[in-house]
C-alpha cells in the first residue's frame, strides 16, 4: 500500500506571502497526484491534477510540481481565501486504491 | 453543470447497514465518468470507499471492500452505497463525486455531504 505523507501539519503564512506545501510517496506514483482544497464545512475542490496542471477555474497562484515520491503545492502570494485544508492524493495504484495524504492546514498569520 | 445530491439517514445503529443514494443532475450517468463515495470522519481527513461505472464496473477500497456495495441505477440517474456492520467508526460525513477526466479515485464534481452518525 503506499502511503502519502504530508508536511507540515500546519502552515501559518502572512498574506502576500508564499506558501509552500509537501506531499511524499512511500514509493512512486509516476505523476498521478492531485490536490484539493477544503474550507471549513465544504466538500474538497480540485486544485491540481497530474501533479502540474491546473483544474478548471482554479487561480494562476496556485501552482503544483514533482514527480516520483516529491510533490509540492504553492501558494505564490496567499490570500484570506486560501485558509483551508489541503490534500495531496494519488491515484497511480492498481487496483484503484485513491490514498489521501493527512492534509496540510494554511492559516493566515 | 453537474450537480450532485447525497441523500439517506443521518442515524444508523451499530451493526446495522448504512445506504446513501446520489442523484446526479446536469449529467446523464449513463455515459462517461466513474462515480465515487468518499468519507470523512469529523476533524479526520478524507478516506476513499469506492467507485463505479454506469456498466457496473466497480472498484473499492481494500480496507473496506468486505462491507462495501456500490450500485447504480441509470433510469433514475443516481448510484448508490451500502455499507453493513457499522460501527462508531463509520460516523463521518458521506460525499458522492464524479471523478475527472478517465481516472476512477480522483474528483472534480462533489455533493455538499451528508453526516452519518452510527450509535444506538
Known amino acids: 500500500e503506499i502511503v502519502m505523507t504530508q508536511s507540515p501539519a500546519t502552515l501559518s503564512v502572512s498574506p502576500g506571502e508564499r506558501a509552500t506545501l509537501s506531499c511524499r510517496a512511500s514509493?512512486?506514483?509516476?505523476?498521478?497526484l492531485v490536490w484539493y482544497q477544503q474550507k471549513p464545512g465544504q466538500a474538497p475542490r480540485l486544485l491540481i491534477y497530474g501533479a502540474s496542471t491546473r483544474a478548471t477555474g482554479i487561480p494562476v497562484r496556485f501552482s503544483g510540481s514533482g514527480s516520483g515520491t516529491e510533490f509540492t503545492l504553492t501558494i505564490s502570494s496567499l490570500q484570506s481565501e486560501d485558509s483551508a485544508v489541503y490534500y495531496c492524493?494519488?491515484?497511480?495504484?492498481?487496483?484503484?486504491?485513491?490514498?489521501f495524504g493527512q492534509g496540510t492546514k494554511v492559516e493566515i498569520k | 453543470q453537474v450537480q450532485l445530491q447525497e441523500s439517506g439517514p443521518g442515524l444508523v445503529k451499530p451493526s446495522e447497514t448504512l445506504s446513501l443514494t446520489c442523484a446526479v443532475s446536469?449529467?446523464?450517468?449513463?455515459?462517461?465518468?466513474?462515480w465515487g463515495w468518499i468519507r470523512q470522519p469529523p476533524g479526520k481527513g478524507l478516506e476513499w470507499i469506492g467507485s463505479i461505472y454506469h456498466s457496473g464496473i466497480t472498484y473499492y477500497n481494500p480496507s473496506l471492500k468486505s462491507r462495501v456495495t456500490i450500485s447504480v441505477d441509470t433510469s433514475k440517474n443516481q448510484f448508490s452505497l451500502q455499507l453493513s456492520s457499522v460501527t462508531a467508526a463509520d460516523t463521518a460525513v458521506y460525499y458522492c463525486a464524479r471523478a475527472y477526466g478517465s481516472g476512477t479515485v480522483s474528483f472534480d464534481h462533489w455533493g455538499q455531504g451528508i453526516l452519518v452518525t452510527v450509535s444506538s
Open positions: 514509493q512512486s506514483v509516476s505523476s498521478n
Open positions: 492524493q494519488q491515484y497511480d495504484s492498481w487496483p484503484p486504491r485513491g490514498t
Open positions: 446536469g449529467y446523464s450517468i449513463s455515459t462517461t465518468y466513474y
